[in-house]
Every structure is written in C-alpha cells, then in structure tokens.
C-alpha cells in the first residue's frame, strides 16, 4: 500500500500544476512549496540546534503556539522550523515571530522527507493533533529523531483502524510519545500495541486561556457599541449557510437594544456583498468604515482576518459558523471570555463541543424557529445568559495546563 501511495503522490504533482492554473488557493499551495527548500537552506546552518513543528493549518497552529512559546523559554538558542500544509494556514501565519523559519511542508515523498531532515536536522520532531504524512514519518523513525504527537486526538472510523491501513498504522511507529486529548485516543492507540501515551489535553485551552492576559479592546468596536453599552452577538467564521439563518432573525426579529458583528470565514469580496445586501438594517463594513459614525449602525462585517479573538471580547452571545458545513469552526476563543456559544449540527469531529454541549453552555441550532427562539431567551434573559457564560470560562480554566505536562515528559 506505501507503494501505491508514492505513486499516487507523484501523480498529484502535474494535477495540481493543473488546477493550479484555475484555483487561486492551490496555485498559493503549489507555488509556494516551489520555495521551501530555498528558505529553509537560508534560514538553517549546520550549527544550528532545531525543533521541528509541523501543522496542517490555522487551528494547529494555534494549538502548536503555546508548546513553541514553552520551547522558546525553555531552549532559547534553538530555532524553531514551522512548516504548514495548508495554503489557509500559512498565508496567514508566515510572517509569525515565534518561529525561526516557517514554510509549506514539500509534498510527502521519499526524496523530499531525506532532504528537508537533512537541511533541518532536526534535534526533535512534533507534529500537532492529526497530520501524518508516512514517508516524513519513516524518515524520522529510520533517523531516530525523537517524534512527539501533540493534542493528537483519534476515532475509530481513521485509517489507522481500517484493514487495508497498515502502512499508516506502521508510520505511527516513529512517534516516540503521543500526547493525546482524551480516552478513547488512549485506547485506540493502546488497541494497536501503542503503550508510549499519555492524556494531556488539549495546548488550545492554553492559548485561549492566555488571551484575557492581553489588551482585548478595538477602538473601532467601542464606537460600535458605545463602549459595550449594546449587548452584542459575535458571529465568528460563519458561512453562508449560517448567514441566510442569521440574517432572517436579525431582519425580523433582533431587538433594538442589540448590536451584531460578523467575522466571515470567507472574505472574498461576492459574499461580504451578498451578506450586506442580505441585511435590511444598517450595516458598515470594516474596510469601508474610515470617517463614519459607527454608532449609527445595527450590524458590523469585519472583512478582514485577525481581528475576531479579540471581537469575541464584546459579546454577550456567540454563534460560531461552520456546523450547517463542513465542521464548526474554533469555540474555545470565544468561551474563554464567558460567554454562551451558538452552532450548527455538524460537530462530532469537534470533543471541546461536545463537552461544552454536555455541560449546557454550547447550544445546537437545526433551524430558522430554534436559533430566533434561542437567542431571544439569552438576549432577554440575564441570568441564563451569566449562567452558561459563566460554565464557558470555567470550562477553559479546568481544562488548561496541557503545554505543561507535555514539557514536564519532555
């Protein structure tokens, strides 16, 4: 099967110079991985002593930021080499200052694994929560490159636990310790003979719990709110389908007293406009607000990336977008600041939503009559609303501290 995936991966490459020429997000994939090797030569000497961290995208990253921040305070002449899968990711992030070099990770080839350990060589290896790229895994095994699994969580429908998944259940050999997030990751891995793991939880309630350490105001969002005198719902990274929900209540039935803010996971400029045009009260957009009077206006679009973790600061209710998609989006950063959290159904992928359904604070919504009859209660109800914000900030402080116990076994 590992021979069958080599030639699969070498077949990819002139697919994706191919789509590449009609998508502007692969084109960023192929493109840049064209100047890896380059900056990573550059940025690497023999001399140097490097930790290797590896993510697949922007919620890694986040996840990977506190240990790399641990890293730094406890090896301070050591370089760090942040690669990343994703073009969403890294695009994002590769102006980053926590790490020494940060690039795409080359396509996983035999070649290309021997020669990125050998430019980077480095002394450690963690790869964050569930990226497993097996030619780069052999690679660091057959070197004995000590290799951590960080915040890695597993279910059984993986490949690991299919029957024709034994290459990959091979690579996970080179994982000298796994940190995992829960129990049913222990045993999964135990089931295959895997005995080096250890229930750490998840380094994201780390970095969330960190943020109200920070300034979390925008002077921009205390002219919108007049100082949070307006309760306020954040919507975070929603999707269109979210929108047509959202908007229908806020068209129909939000009350005068409240304020929204959109933070769209996509910014292109057709669906910030088709999410204007969707609004029949007054909206501004962040990038067109420069000399107005934001306090005029009902419903705010940040149309720019950055700026959501310290929006979530002016809620009173999150509804966080994704769950009528592919997945909802990151939770945490919003319920570290105590407040009630709103999404859509699909959420199994996701154990901070399911523990936070469980203990009350994060409330699925299936419809149009559900999300008006849920926001109603929490934007009328004081009470309620203290309640489950406060089971949201408790959540993120009984939950942190896995950067430490992860660097105590280091």
Same mark, same amino acid.
């Given at each position: 099967? /590992? ?10 490459f ?55 921040? $641990? +890293?730094?305070? %406890? ?29 795409? /990770? ?5 070649? =290309? #694994?021997?020669? !990125?350990?050998?430019? #980077? ?7 964050v ?10 690679q ?7 290799? !951590? ?41 135990? %089931? ?16 969330? &719990? ?15 709110? =007049?100082?949070?005198q ?15 929900? +959202? #908007?229908?209540? *806020? =068209? ?16 292109k ?5 088709? @999410?204007? =045009? ?17 306090? #005029?206006?009902?419903?705010?679009i940040?149309?720019?990336y950055?700026? @959501?973790?310290? &929006?979530?600061?002016? $809620?009173?209710? $999150? ?11 990151? *939770? ?17 992928? !996701?154990?901070?939503?399911?523990? +936070? ?15 008006n ?11 309620? %609303? ?7 900030s ?15 076994? @280091?």
């Amino acid at each position: 099967m /590992l021979y069958l995936y080599n030639i699969l991966t070498y077949l990819s490459f002139p697919i994706l110079y191919l789509i590449a020429l009609f998508n502007a997000k692969i084109k960023l994939f192929v493109v840049g991985r064209q100047q890896s090797f380059t900056i990573l030569q550059q940025g690497i000497s023999k001399s140097d002593q490097v930790f290797w961290v590896h993510v697949a995208s922007l919620g890694e990253y986040e996840q990977g930021l506190p240990l790399m921040e $641990a +890293l730094k305070q %406890q090896f301070p002449t050591h370089k760090i080499v942040l690669t990343f899968f994703s073009p969403s990711g890294y695009e994002v992030k590769k102006n980053n200052t926590i790490a020494d070099v940060t690039i795409y /990770l080359p396509l996983d080839t035999i070649s =290309n #694994a021997k020669r !990125f350990l050998k430019i #980077a060589h480095p002394e450690k290896a963690f790869f964050v929560k569930y990226e497993y790229w097996p030619n780069y895994l052999n690679q660091l095994y057959k070197q004995n490159i000590p290799t !951590f699994l960080v915040s890695g969580i597993f279910r059984p429908n993986q490949i690991f636990f299919k029957w024709y998944g034994g290459f990959y259940r091979k690579a996970l050999q080179a994982f000298t310790y796994f940190f995992v997030q829960n129990e049913v990751s222990q045993n999964l891995l135990n %089931q295959l003979g895997y005995t080096t793991v250890e229930i750490v939880g998840d380094t994201r309630f780390d970095r969330v &719990a960190q943020i109200l350490e920070n300034n979390n105001s925008l002077d921009f969002l205390d002219q919108f709110t =007049n100082n949070k005198q307006y309760q306020t719902i954040v919507i975070g990274s929603s999707w269109p389908q979210d929108e047509e929900l +959202l #908007a229908n209540y *806020i =068209n129909n039935q939000l009350p005068k007293n409240v304020k929204v803010i959109f933070a769209p996971h996509n910014i292109k400029k057709e669906q910030i406009e088709n @999410l204007k =045009n969707s609004l029949q009260l007054p909206t501004i957009c962040y990038t067109t607000m420069e000399g107005k009077n934001l306090a #005029a206006y009902d419903v705010l679009i940040i149309d720019a990336y950055s700026l @959501l973790t310290k &929006a979530y600061s002016y $809620a009173q209710v $999150a509804y966080i977008g994704g769950g009528f998609g592919a997945g909802i989006h990151n *939770i945490l950063e919003a319920a570290t600041y105590g407040v009630p959290i709103l999404i859509g159904p699909n959420y199994k992928k !996701f154990q901070e939503a399911k523990d +936070l359904i469980t203990l009350g604070s994060c409330l699925v919504i299936h419809s149009q009559e559900e999300l008006n009859k849920t926001l109603n209660r929490l934007l009328n109800d004081q009470s309620y %609303q203290k309640e489950l914000g406060d089971i949201s900030s408790q959540f993120v402080l009984k939950n942190k501290d896995a950067t430490k116990r992860i660097m105590a076994k @280091l």
